[in-house]
């Protein structure tokens, strides 16, 4: 049954980016908060939850390309100008996606120490990334602000601070967290590094022969090795690296 709600879009879907806020910035959320707010819905009627639903039925049965506004609306046997009332382009919607996804993340706190809870926060971040239905390019850091990731982010600080990092010390720790799993996540969606390593034997052997005899000498003693690390190897110790690091730096100072 099709929803009749055709009022044009709100004055806030029309505005620029700039005056309306970024789609995934602080402004654009706090926006939408307060939207929510002092909207009434109808029992049946539109809402975000069954807007970012439909989008995601058109991004799984229709790939990425055939995820518009007019789609979803189509999806909910509705107008656009109806939709325009909760969404205002694709790169909301897209938005909207990316934190819905990051809503899966399990905040596991086992009580096992503060590293080994954020090894654990870290990995179902790195998997929920992996899984989520978005191409890198659209997906990684477009959430950042929204209360899926905020969940995130608020765990992993509180992590931290537990750990006794000062706030400015759980702040670098956890920014610097986030950033490495959205960019190995990133990279392996990408296929630049996969179970396997960055490349096949042969492809390894092929690429170690091609390198010129006066250049690139790490490379060339080394090359064998960073071609071949899988992306799970280098996931594993990229997250020791980095949490030996905060011990070091912030926990155990010289």
Known sequence: ????????????????????????????WAERAAAADRRRPRTGGLSTARVVEAALQVLRECGFEALTVRAVADRLETSSGALYQHIASRDELIVLIADHYLGDVRLQGGGRGWRADVETLMREMRQILLDQPLPPSAAMGKAVWGPNTLRI?????????????TDEHATYATATMIDFVFGAAAIQRGGGRGPNGATGTDERSQFHNSLPADQFPALRTAGAAFLAASADDVFTNGMALLLDGVTSRFLNPH
């Not at 982010?153 to 990092?165: Q, S, T």
């Open 153 to 165: 982010i608020d765990a992993a600080l509180g992590l931290f601070l537990d750990a006794g990092l």
């Open 1 to 28: 049954m099709k929803d009749h709600d055709e009022r044009p879009a709100p004055a806030s879907a029309k505005m620029s980016g700039t005056e309306a806020g970024q789609p995934g910035s602080t402004r654009w």
